[in-house]
């Protein structure tokens, strides 16, 4: 599909990331790592509200009770109405120079993975204030979504340039018997943020690799492409009110004169639905 992207947000982020949908306020949110800060849109009117942060933001949550949690450098915090930061968790020692991607999970937890050169980063799951290293040695802890069943979690370390998955326990949060699900070449780009649709079918965003692809879960084939203005693609989220709108990321990371949309945001209508995001509970 190289056709029928329509412009969402025309800033120039430097690395676009973490889209998702809140469909209680009908408002996509997403944020730009370097340029700390997170953008709120009304899609309708194109309204964009933008967000200033003390540090870099890696991912963010939605909370049942309208706030924000923000994983910035050194914690994640609690983001109040009021735009006030407070601290989410007990103080730990976490590993990695910064949080990256993360998403709330079927059972209210938020889990997500810290970035660092040479595997030095880990992943982690809040809960109740609690912060806790479920695993580590990862380099760039990147896209995760679970399948419909809650019973597996699809997972991707950037460098390993592969998907991954795991057994994953509801009742308990632990994520086991660790394996891969399939090799991405380097031909493609390297595998950045991603998320399932509501067939369990994947959809990845390729850093350098100018695109989304859509990928079977059964063949694990490319079944479609969303090419996009600009060579780094960083995540992608569905949303709209019918949850058949692929909202996609980029970075302005690259030559502004050969590719003066990078670090714009996107969507397109597809065929297909997603899923309706998880809430963090408190």
């Known amino acids: 599909m190289k056709n029928g992207l329509i412009l969402v947000n025309k800033e120039n982020s430097q690395v676009g990331e973490g889209p998702l949908w809140d469909a ?16 709120k849109v ?5 309204q964009n509200e933008k967000f200033i942060l003390p540090q ?8 049942e009770n309208g706030e924000l949690l923000v994983a910035l450098e050194d914690a994640v915090y609690r983001m109040l109405k009021s735009g006030e930061l407070t ?12 949080f990256n991607d993360g998403k709330v999970g079927p059972d209210g937890a938020f889990y997500l993975g810290t970035t660092d050169n040479n595997g030095q980063g880990a992943f982690y799951r809040l809960r ?6 479920l695993f580590d040695k990862c380099s760039c802890s990147n896209g995760l979504d679970w399948t419909n069943d809650k019973k597996h979690m699809y997972y991707i370390d950037t460098p390993k340039q592969q998907v991954e998955i ?7 949060g632990t994520l086991s018997n660790r394996r891969k ?3 991405i070449p380097v031909e493609w780009g390297c595998p950045d943020g991603m998320c399932l649709d509501e067939n369990d079918d994947l959809w990845i965003a390729l850093w350098d690799g100018n695109k989304v692809i859509h990928i079977d879960k059964s063949t694990k084939e490319i079944v479609d492409e969303i ?3 600009c060579p780094k693609a960083s995540c992608c989220a569905f949303g709209g009110r019918n949850l058949n709108e692929l909202y996609i990321t980029t970075a302005a990371m690259t030559d502004f004169h050969s590719f003066p949309q990078a670090g714009n945001t996107f969507k397109t209508v597809l065929g297909v639905k997603g899923k309706p995001i998880n809430y963090y509970k408190y």
């Open 24 to 39: 209680r306020t009908e408002t996509f949110l997403f944020l730009d790592i370097r340029g700390r800060c997170i953008w």
């Open 42 to 46: 009304n899609p309708e009117i194109l």
């Open 56 to 63: 870099q933001i890696g991912c963010m949550a939605v909370c």
């Open 87 to 98: 601290k989410a968790h007990q103080q730990i020692n976490i590993k990695g120079r910064r």
């Open 128 to 133: 109740d204030g609690e912060l806790v290293e």
């Open 166 to 172: 795991f057994d994953f326990d509801v009742k308990n």
């Open 181 to 183: 699900f399939m090799d």
């Open 227 to 229: 090419w996009v203005p």
